[in-house]
Structures are given as C-alpha cells and as structure tokens.
C-alpha cells in the first residue's frame, strides 16, 4: 500500500522560510516522479514543484521560481520543498503526489497526471 505522509506546514511571517516533508512508502521511490501542488481557500490546485528520477532537473511553477526548492532524498523515501521569502499568496493546503515514470518523462504539470497523492499540510503566511 503506497502512503505519502506530508509534515513541516505551520503558521508563519511573511518573509520567513519552511520545509516541508514528504515520506513515501510502498513504492520503488527512486522510480516515481514526485511533486508538490498547492490548493489555496477556494481555488484549484496549483503545480508547485516537481523532481524526477535522479540528475534531471526539477520544474517549478512561475509563482515559486526563486523562492522555493524540492530535492528528495532517494535513500529515505523523501521529498522535499525548501520555501523562503514565503508571501501572503503562498497560504494553501500543500500535497505531494507521485506517479511512476520512465527516466526520460517530463515532469507532469498537472495534477490528473499523478497517481498517489498525501493527505496535505497547511502552510499559512501572515502578512
């Protein structure tokens, strides 16, 4: 049974940095596509950042460029999102989500394209 458990959400100041956590288990982690979305009050989720096998470069979305970073950690299972400068806009309910790809796949942008999905973390910026 595949199971991604997000932590690190919080409330913060505008400014301020955050990690998020994502442990995986279940799968082949170093197989799968990982990423982090993000669904504001209201809205649709949004792509955040994704990493795909090993030595390819991630994606972000043009609203984190600069700000945030993901990295994983193949030997423990884990993704992660490395947030600074966080603003007000960044205020959302934050979920990683996996999806098994070949070596040579782009990173999906879109959330329909990922297969297992963690319950979600809140991340509240104070302004």
């Known amino acids: 049974q595949v199971q991604l458990v997000e932590s690190g959400g919080g409330l913060v100041q505008a400014g301020d940095s955050l990690r998020l956590s994502c442990a995986a288990s279940?799968?082949?982690?170093?197989?799968?596509?990982m990423a982090w979305f993000r669904q504001p009050p209201g809205k649709e989720a949004e792509f955040v950042a994704g990493?795909?096998?090993?030595?390819?470069?991630?994606s972000y979305g043009d609203s984190v460029k600069g700000r945030f970073t993901i990295s994983r950690d193949n030997a423990k299972a884990t993704v992660y999102l490395h947030m600074n400068a966080l603003k007000g806009e960044d205020t959302a309910v934050y979920s990683c989500?996996?999806?098994?790809?070949?070596?040579?796949?782009?990173?999906?942008?879109?959330?329909?394209?990922?297969?297992?999905w963690g319950q979600g973390t809140q991340v509240t910026v104070s302004t």
């Open positions: 279940g799968l082949i982690f170093s197989r799968y596509t």
């Open positions: 990493y795909g096998w090993t030595g390819r470069n991630p």
């Open positions: 989500a996996a999806v098994e790809t070949r070596p040579s796949t782009s990173i999906p942008t879109t959330a329909s394209r990922y297969r297992y």
